[in-house]
């Protein structure tokens, strides 16, 4: 699936309109500080649920689940986790791999690094663009769905949260794997969703994240940054 140019185009709109409506509200965008990655800001939804419903209804159809307009546990660490290693990404030609808000791409590159960050929702792919531009940095975003191809070359493939129901990983996984035997380093954030596989995957780093997302549970959540091994 190839999220269309028109579509990114008429999404990048939506949102650029979101943003600039004056008045606040449950079902607005706001730009904010992440808890756990302060560095970065993001246009993120006050309740995604409301403004989704809202976005359908002003659309006249389905959209996808608005993924992108909340921030992801699995993804605030593996950004805290490249701002404190610099060193992985300043340089490096970097993938961030179902990017939701962009918040990983735009870390790697607050640390240097050349970033795509691909996702198949053209919300997401509008939305890393505004975002990308708020935090000043240059982030390419492409809406090709990537994980039936054979990897593209990158030195770096960051992936946060994207364990998150048996399906993905099950598309996501042998994709990283691929990606990892052709040269590329390989970086996952998982806040152990209960998908990860019971080997192949070594924990480089333990974070206690703040949760934002909309989702029941504890406040904090444990989450590793993995690599393939």
């Not at 598309?171 to 152990?192: I, S």
């Amino acid at each position: 699936m190839l999220a269309s140019v028109s579509r990114v185009t008429n999404a990048l709109v939506d949102l650029e309109r979101e943003i600039d409506a004056p008045g606040a509200g449950l079902d607005r965008l706001c730009l904010v500080p992440i808890p756990f990655v302060p560095e970065v800001r993001l246009h993120l939804a006050e309740d995604p649920i409301v403004w989704w419903a809202r976005m359908e209804a002003h659309a006249g159809r389905a959209l996808p689940p608005p993924y992108w307009a909340s921030v992801w546990a699995g993804g605030q660490a593996l950004a805290r986790h490249l701002l404190d290693h610099p060193e992985l990404v300043a340089g490096r030609r970097v993938l961030d791999l179902a990017t939701g808000s962009g918040l990983v791409g735009i870390a790697a590159a607050l640390a240097g690094a050349a970033v795509v960050a691909n996702d198949v929702d053209p919300y997401a792919v509008a939305a890393v663009t505004v975002n990308a531009r708020v935090n000043r940095v240059a982030v390419r975003a492409t809406g090709q769905d990537l994980l039936d191809t054979a990897p593209t070359p990158v030195d770096l493939l960051v992936a946060g949260d994207v364990l998150y129901d048996a399906g993905m990983a099950a598309r996501v996984l042998p994709f990283l794997r691929r990606a990892a035997t052709a040269g590329a380093e390989v970086l996952v954030g998982d806040p152990g969703r209960g998908h990860r596989p019971p080997d192949g995957l070594v924990v480089v780093a333990d974070y206690l994240v703040p949760i934002t997302e909309p989702s029941p549970g504890p406040p904090v959540r444990r989450v590793q940054v993995l690599r393939p091994g």
